[in-house]
């Protein structure tokens, strides 16, 4: 039954409906500390966090990520703490706290790599990136953006265009001989040519017919 209020939960948080996620995830939250079951409850914590920071309440926010840090501090769940460091990260870099955003995403990303967690690595990366993007220093945002782009080709992971769109932002931003410029410092030619193209097919909406990757070249 817990596990099913959760799930509703998140079909309706996905919707948008939030107050309706919430019931539901206060109804698998109860249930699940009567079976005192503290795995569980972090998982439901973590996302009454998610759903207050998608509504903007960020000390909400935080109050349920660090209770859920706190039960896998406990549990040593070190997969729920690099989870719940994003998170604390993203809290932090909404609230316009770069500094600390910067030190919760490498805490997170050290943890992923411990772990070998590709996806979590990739996530790490491409939020750093899109970190200085938005700090007005794209030039130092590519070497991340491309690193978390590369791992998520490898995966063929939904969350490429993520990465694209980021990249499109550095170009526009930096133009296009210095954007080259530093992508040659980062990829061999034939790469960086390989990803111009998946760019501007990007640009034009026709980045799903596109053929050739970065990885490919």
């Not at 501090?73 to 910067?102: F, K, M, P, T, W």
């Not at 990303?109 to 200085?132: D, P």
């Not at 954007?179 to 034939?190: A, V």
């Amino acid at each position: 039954m817990a596990a099913s209020y959760h799930q509703l939960g998140r079909i309706v948080e996905a919707r948008g409906a939030y107050e309706e996620a919430l019931e539901w995830y206060h109804r698998a939250l109860a249930l699940i500390a009567e079976l005192g079951n503290r795995a569980g409850m972090a998982v439901s914590y973590h996302q009454l966090g998610n759903v207050a920071y998608r509504r903007g309440a960020y000390e909400e926010a935080l109050g349920w990520y660090h209770r859920a840090l706190t039960i896998e501090e406990e549990l040593g769940d070190r997969a729920g703490i690099a989870a719940s460091y994003h998170q604390l990260g993203n809290v932090a870099y909404r609230r316009g706290a770069y500094e600390e955003a910067l030190e919760w995403y490498h805490r997170a990303l050290a943890l992923n790599k411990e772990l070998g967690n590709r996806a979590g690595r990739a996530t790490s990366y491409s939020q750093i990136g899109v970190l200085f993007t938005t700090r007005g220093t794209p030039d130092a945002a590519i070497f991340w953006t491309l690193r978390s782009l590369l791992i998520r080709e490898e995966l063929r992971s939904p969350e490429i265009p993520i990465d694209l769109h980021w990249l499109t932002q550095q170009r526009q931003l930096l133009g296009e001989t210095r954007f080259l410029g530093l992508l040659r410092e980062q990829l061999n030619e034939d790469k960086a040519q390989a990803l111009l193209c998946l760019l501007d097919d990007f640009a034009s909406g026709a980045q799903d017919d596109a053929v050739e990757t970065v990885t490919k070249a």
